[in-house]
Structure formats: C-alpha cells, structure tokens
C-alpha cells in the first residue's frame, strides 16, 4: 500500500455493522491483511510492528505480536488459506511468518539472491507481493527500483526478471497467471508476458500526451495502485490511481477506470488512500467479473457501481464525515415520540439524490419492539454491496435524534438509536435566500467574513415538529413540518428593529437626589412591520450615505418548490439601523402551543408570533433591567474599609444613610456603562 492509513483500523460491513480496533503504540497503519473466514485481521505498522487479531469474540483483541528490529516492513502478502505471511522489507528481503504461531519461519528471500546480475545496485524496497493465480508456489516481488522477479519457492530460486527503467509502485495479475501489469512513477502502465521477461508486450500512458513523431509520451504523474480484472463478455477492466498529466494543475485526486475503450477519470474530494474492486467470483483464479470498486479517501469511504453508466456511486450508509459542512451548531434529543423517527426518515428517504447509483438506497426503516410493547427500536436495510458481519440493534430503549447545524446552512437529523449515527433527513436553509451571482452581488453583511448561511442556533418541539433556526447574517427561519410537497409563491418575510443607542448622560453630584433617566432607544419599542413582507426593505439611504433598514441576506423573491419535509414558514431579518449592522442573535426559542418564536442579542429582544406574522414585543436590553438601570450606575472605589461587621455600615451612626457611607469619595463624578 503506498500510502498510510490512520493510527487505528476501522472495520465496515452491511450497515450497521463497524468496529474499531485501538492500537496500543498508537503507530501509523500500512496494510490490513484479513484470514478469510477464520474471523482474524492482522495488521502492520509504521513501527515495524505486525498484530493478529481474534474478531470472533465480542470485542477484537490482540492474539499474537511480532516486532522487526533490524529491517523496516513495507508490504505484506497472505495468500488465500495459506498459513504463510509474506514480509516485505525496506532492505529488498522477504520474511515468511507462520500466522498459526505467529512465529518467523527459516525461510528467508534475500535480495541479492533474487536478483543476482540482473542489476550491479540494490533493487531498493519490496513495493509488492503476490502468489500467481494459477500457481500458488510461485510468487511475483516487485521492488521499487523497476525490477520484478517471479520466485519460485520449491526450488528456492528466482525463475525470471524482468526490468523496466521506471520505479514500481504496484503490480496486479490477470486470472490466468500468464500475464502481469505493473504502475510506474512516470504515470506508464506495463504489461509482461511471464514466459518473455525480455520487455513488455505493451506499455501505455493513459493520461499522457501522444506526440506525433513516434516519440516517448511526456511524463506523468505517479500511478500510485492498479488492479487488472477480466469479465467473461467484454473486454478486462484497469483501475488506477494517480497518473494525471501534470499539466493539470490543482484537479482533485482521481481514480480511473479503463473498460475496452473508454476511459473515466472520476474525481474524489479527498486523497486517496487505498482502493479495492469487488468481484463476483470470489476465486482467484477464473474471470472476476468486477461490479464495484471501494475507495478508501482521507477522511471518507466511496463506492463506485461499475454496472451502470458514468460509474456513480452508491449511497453510503456510514456517516464518515460528519463534518462534511463544518458544524457549527447541534441539538440533541432523547426519549423522542415514536413516530418522529419514522416521519422524519420517511421524507428524507424521498429526497432527490443526484448522482447516486439506481441500485442504492434500496431502503425500509424497521420499527420493531420487545413482547411489552414499550421499547422502539430503529434499523435500516441499505442495498451495499459489503455485506459482511452480522448486525445487532443495540441496547437503547428509547429513540435519540442529534441535530448538526453546518457552516453552509444545512440542518441533518440523525438517528442516534442504534450503533451508528444514521442520517435522517436533511434541510437547505440557503433556498430561501437569492443566490450571488458575481462577487459584487455576494452579501457583504459586515458581521460575518463567510458563511453567511452559518447556522449559530436551532430550537425545535418534538411534539409540533416546528423548527427555528437562527443564522449569522442575524436572520431567523421558521419550518412547519408536512408530508405534503407545495410551492410557495412568496417568501413570508418580517424585518425587525433590534438595534439601540445610548445617549450620553451625566451623572447627579453627589448631594443631589436626582435619579439618572434610563438611556434613550433608537426606534420605539413597537415593531418596525405590522404585517409579512414580500421582499427585503428597499428604503434609500440616509444622508450620510450609510444604510438604513436594509437586512444583511435577500430572500428570494421567485417561486419556491417546497419538498415534503420542513417547509418555510416565515423568515425574520433583523435590518441595519443607523448605519449600523445587526448583532448576531445570541438566544434562541420557540413555543408552538403559542405559535411564539423569541429571540435575542446584545441589543434586545423580539417576540415574534409566527401564526399572524408579526411582531408582539420589542424590548432593548436596558428596558429589560427596568428602573434600575446596570448600564448607568455611580463608581465605587475597589477599597474597601474594614469593619468589623463585614464590610457593612452602621446605620446607627449620625444621621447619615447607609448608602452615603458606603459610597468612595470620588462616587458621582464619573458614570460607568455596563
């Protein structure tokens, strides 16, 4: 494998089925190597480190370690039901292991001796192992270097060599033993004929450009893995890695897939680490017949149906990446009515899903309980094309839900119920709003550099299903759930006033008995709208040039096709006051028995009522203190004199009051703003 993996394996099967082994010395993984059907993984690591694993039992654990000391691993090979494992070493040696007793065996491949004059220099690492298909006595050793050496291992001698001038990095059969190919760094694939070592029967540069003059293609870049499968009706297929030209200049890491003569180049979101096709035909030695290939990327698992045209892939049952927007806010609910569940995954289920292959989700949601009839509980049957392990519905006896609010304005539900998180439905909170169509046009809201459809805050009732979510360009959405799909024809919009000045004000001296008068609000109380609007405020600038009553995103002001699922049902902005943008909305709540929606920031609060579309209280944080206003109150010193009660005043002491002779000296000259 070229590339490392992660500091633990995972394992995947059906849905439903995962497990995580935790390595003890926390080193890097290189390679997995599976005993099939004995139930045992055994793992190498960067340590130079190999592990066997019992998965039989309920938790996986370590059986057997085995550490190399001198020699560094860099690939593995265990034929199927074979008792032998194949160690590759940095040095170009290959140490066989018994995995039975997990113990070195005698039998050693030393480099020199695989190679003898087919080269003056050292091969460099062992980059592959692999039995022949129809021999497993013979193995193929390929080394970094560009040299590959068919090993036969009852004579103990190497049969043929075969040298390109380019390094290896991966070797693949053909069913039939009779043939080999082999990736280069310089973006070639070569294919050998085992019984002529002289040169290859072809070479091809997939992404290379073919000069005209007969002349070498221009070099690539490095393919990084091949694998070779035959079908029995049409032509082998090649699946690569790596290989582009380099004149494509920040394309995403790809994977290619060569069938006769197409050839489709299919672009991941992340780096990839490893890939593996999937056959029909378990055996190694007959026609594979390939139907999918399962990609292993940095921070997600792809799997691509080879059957249908364009190569899509299917719906993954596992969330790897939650993250997949950053979440930048989450809810989370246990012991949920029953039928949520249900409703929610029946609409997300209907949600259209592009790109996806037709074979996938073949999906039902089980609602299943024990003979009292209380517990509930949640599974799922997916159409995946890894089917291994057996997949039990956990322990819980009440239904969970987490909700994720993501940087990019989506809001996922996922089932917590059983083992794994399991998407439920997913919402687009950015379709309400009018998308930029050039930079000039892009929001420029002054309280958010990007992301302006961030979710920040969410409140939802399980019982009414009615959702509010608050957003960073201060904007608050309402969704009222319905299985039905409609279109709205106008966006229900509320703009609201939250924004308040204080005015200077002096402080009384320290003899007078003047009360300080609470600061003055920059708009009265009462809401700025009395009714929806159609369209974002579209009030001409104040003198100064600034802008007024203006809110920081559009709403739409198109039609809006609204899928079953959560529909809008009313979008609050807080609008631009004095030339002054909002402040973010920094509290959050909805009561549906109410039909109320309240909210708040560092200015003030609003009580929205989401039935009749209008404001019902608007409150600056000043009026919330009432008469005793925080924002203006007389200095005291940080001295304190001491007293024998504690700091507190005798009140029996001349006629003075108590708050007079607590108050410092220099009490009344200054005013301070909370």
């Given at each position: 494998?070229?590339?490392?993996?992660?500091?633990?394996?995972?394992?995947?099967?059906?849905?439903?089925?995962?497990?995580?082994?935790?390595?003890?010395?926390?080193?890097?993984?290189?390679?997995?190597?599976?005993?099939?059907?004995?139930?045992?993984?055994?793992?190498?690591?960067?340590?130079?480190?190999?592990?066997?694993?019992?998965?039989?039992?309920?938790?996986?654990?370590?059986?057997?370690?085995?550490?190399?000391?001198?020699?560094?691993?860099?690939?593995?090979?265990?034929?199927?039901?074979?008792?032998?494992?194949?160690?590759?070493?940095?040095?170009?040696?290959?140490?066989?292991?018994?995995?039975?007793?997990?113990?070195?065996?005698?039998?050693?491949?030393?480099?020199?001796?695989?190679?003898?004059?087919?080269?003056?220099?050292?091969?460099?690492?062992?980059?592959?192992?692999?039995?022949?298909?129809?021999?497993?006595?013979?193995?193929?050793?390929?080394?970094?270097?560009?040299?590959?050496?068919?090993?036969?291992?009852?004579?103990?001698?190497?049969?043929?060599?075969?040298?390109?001038?380019?390094?290896?990095?991966?070797?693949?059969?053909?069913?039939?033993?009779?043939?080999?190919?082999?990736?280069?760094?310089?973006?070639?694939?070569?294919?050998?004929?085992?019984?002529?070592?002289?040169?290859?029967?072809?070479?091809?540069?997939?992404?290379?450009?073919?000069?005209?003059?007969?002349?070498?293609?221009?070099?690539?870049?490095?393919?990084?893995?091949?694998?070779?499968?035959?079908?029995?009706?049409?032509?082998?297929?090649?699946?690569?890695?790596?290989?582009?030209?380099?004149?494509?200049?920040?394309?995403?890491?790809?994977?290619?897939?060569?069938?006769?003569?197409?050839?489709?180049?299919?672009?991941?979101?992340?780096?990839?680490?490893?890939?593996?096709?999937?056959?029909?035909?378990?055996?190694?030695?007959?026609?594979?017949?390939?139907?999918?290939?399962?990609?292993?990327?940095?921070?997600?698992?792809?799997?691509?149906?080879?059957?249908?045209?364009?190569?899509?892939?299917?719906?993954?049952?596992?969330?790897?990446?939650?993250?997949?927007?950053?979440?930048?806010?989450?809810?989370?609910?246990?012991?949920?009515?029953?039928?949520?569940?249900?409703?929610?995954?029946?609409?997300?289920?209907?949600?259209?899903?592009?790109?996806?292959?037709?074979?996938?989700?073949?999906?039902?949601?089980?609602?299943?309980?024990?003979?009292?009839?209380?517990?509930?509980?949640?599974?799922?049957l997916w159409e995946w094309p890894i089917g291994g392990g057996n997949w039990g519905l956990g322990t819980q006896s009440y239904p969970e839900i987490?909700?994720?609010?993501?940087?990019?304005?989506?809001?996922?539900?996922?089932?917590?119920?059983?083992?794994?998180?399991?998407?439920?439905?997913?919402?687009?909170?950015?379709?309400?709003?009018?998308?930029?169509?050039?930079?000039?046009?892009?929001?420029?809201?002054?309280?958010?550099?990007?992301?302006?459809?961030?979710?920040?805050?969410?409140?939802?009732?399980?019982?009414?299903?009615?959702?509010?979510?608050?957003?960073?360009?201060?904007?608050?959405?309402?969704?009222?759930?319905?299985?039905?799909?409609?279109?709205?024809?106008?966006?229900?919009?509320?703009?609201?006033?939250?924004?308040?000045?204080?005015?200077?004000?002096?402080?009384?001296?320290?003899?007078?008995?003047?009360?300080?008068?609470?600061?003055?609000?920059?708009?009265?109380?009462?809401?700025?709208?009395?009714?929806?609007?159609?369209?974002?405020?579209?009030s001409s600038n104040s003198s100064d040039g600034m802008r007024d009553n203006i809110p920081c995103l559009k709403v739409r002001s198109s039609p809006?096709?609204?899928?079953?699922?959560?529909?809008?049902?009313?979008?609050?902005?807080?609008?631009?006051?004095?030339?002054?943008?909002?402040?973010?909305?920094?509290?959050?709540?909805?009561?549906?028995?109410?039909?109320?929606?309240?909210?708040?920031?560092?200015?003030?609060?609003?009580?929205?009522?989401?039935?009749?579309?209008?404001?019902?209280?608007?409150?600056?944080?000043?009026?919330?203190?009432?008469s005793n206003d925080p924002y203006q109150r007389q200095l005291r010193s940080p001295r304190k004199s001491r007293q024998p009660s504690g700091g507190?005043?005798?009140?029996?002491?001349?006629?003075?009051?108590?708050?007079?002779?607590?108050?410092?000296?220099?009490?009344?000259?200054?005013?301070?703003?909370?």
């Amino acid at each position: 494998m070229p590339e490392r993996l992660a500091e633990n394996p995972f394992r995947f099967g059906r849905p439903g089925v995962e497990c995580y082994c935790q390595h003890e010395s926390g080193s890097a993984v290189i390679q997995l190597q599976f005993l099939i059907n004995e139930g045992a993984l055994v793992s190498a690591l960067a340590d130079d480190s190999i592990h066997m694993w019992n998965l039989r039992q309920k938790r996986p654990a370590v059986l057997h370690s085995l550490k190399f000391n001198k020699e560094r691993i860099t690939f593995c090979h265990l034929p199927f039901q074979s008792k032998w494992l194949y160690i590759g070493s940095e040095r170009g040696n290959i140490h066989i292991v018994n995995v039975e007793s997990f113990t070195l065996s005698g039998y050693t491949i030393m480099w020199n001796k695989a190679i003898e004059l087919s080269s003056k220099a050292h091969p460099g690492p062992v980059v592959h192992i692999s039995d022949n298909p129809m021999d497993e006595g013979k193995l193929i050793i390929g080394f970094e270097s560009g040299i590959v050496v068919l090993w036969d291992l009852k004579s103990k001698r190497a049969e043929s060599r075969y040298t390109y001038d380019e390094a290896i990095h991966s070797v693949a059969w053909h069913h039939e033993g009779k043939q080999f190919i082999c990736s280069h760094s310089d973006g070639t694939l070569t294919i050998w004929n085992i019984k002529s070592p002289v040169k290859p029967i072809q070479t091809i540069t997939p992404h290379g450009k073919q000069p005209k003059d007969g002349k070498k293609p221009e070099p690539c870049k490095p393919i990084l893995k091949v694998e070779y499968k035959t079908t029995r009706a049409g032509e082998p297929f090649m699946i690569f890695s790596g290989g582009l030209s380099y004149d494509t200049v920040g394309r995403r890491p790809c994977l290619t897939v060569m069938h006769g003569k197409s050839t489709a180049v299919l672009e991941m979101d992340y780096p990839i680490v490893d890939f593996l096709t999937l056959c029909e035909t378990p055996y190694p030695n007959d026609f594979q017949e390939p139907y999918a290939v399962v990609v292993l990327l940095e921070k997600d698992l792809v799997v691509i149906d080879l059957a249908q045209n364009g190569y899509p892939i299917f719906e993954n049952p596992y969330p790897m990446m939650i993250h997949e927007s950053p979440v930048t806010s989450c809810e989370y609910l246990a012991d949920c009515p029953v039928d949520l569940i249900p409703a929610l995954y029946s609409v997300g289920s209907r949600q259209k899903r592009q790109g996806y292959s037709k074979k996938a989700p073949v999906v039902q949601h089980i609602v299943s309980s024990d003979c009292v009839g209380q517990r509930h509980r949640q599974g799922y049957l997916w159409e995946w094309p890894i089917g291994g392990g057996n997949w039990g519905l956990g322990t819980q006896s009440y239904p969970e839900i987490i909700i994720t609010g993501h940087a990019d304005g989506s809001v996922k539900f996922w089932d917590a119920s059983a083992i794994m998180l399991q998407v439920l439905y997913k919402l687009k909170t950015a379709k309400v709003f009018e998308k930029a169509r050039c930079k000039e046009e892009k929001p420029s809201t002054e309280i958010v550099d990007e992301d302006p459809f961030a979710i920040q805050l969410m409140s939802w009732c399980p019982e009414s299903r009615m959702l509010c979510v608050a957003g960073v360009s201060a904007h608050v959405i309402i969704y009222r759930f319905s299985k039905q799909e409609i279109t709205t024809e106008v966006v229900q919009l509320l703009e609201v006033r939250l924004q308040y000045e204080l005015n200077d004000l002096e402080s009384p001296d320290v003899g007078g008995d003047q009360t300080p008068a609470p600061p003055t609000p920059s708009t009265s109380p009462s809401p700025l709208t009395t009714g929806p609007q159609t369209h974002p405020s579209t009030s001409s600038n104040s003198s100064d040039g600034m802008r007024d009553n203006i809110p920081c995103l559009k709403v739409r002001s198109s039609p809006l096709k609204q899928s079953p699922g959560y529909q809008v049902e009313l979008v609050v902005q807080l609008v631009w006051v004095s030339g002054e943008p909002p402040q973010q909305i920094s509290s959050l709540a909805i009561n549906s028995c109410y039909g109320l929606v309240v909210f708040g920031n560092s200015n003030g609060l609003a009580v929205v009522d989401y039935l009749q579309k209008t404001v019902l209280l608007n409150l600056g944080t000043v009026e919330l203190y009432g008469s005793n206003d925080p924002y203006q109150r007389q200095l005291r010193s940080p001295r304190k004199s001491r007293q024998p009660s504690g700091g507190l005043c005798d009140i029996n002491e001349g006629s003075a009051t108590s708050e007079d002779r607590c108050k410092s000296p220099t009490s009344g000259k200054t005013s301070l703003r909370a």
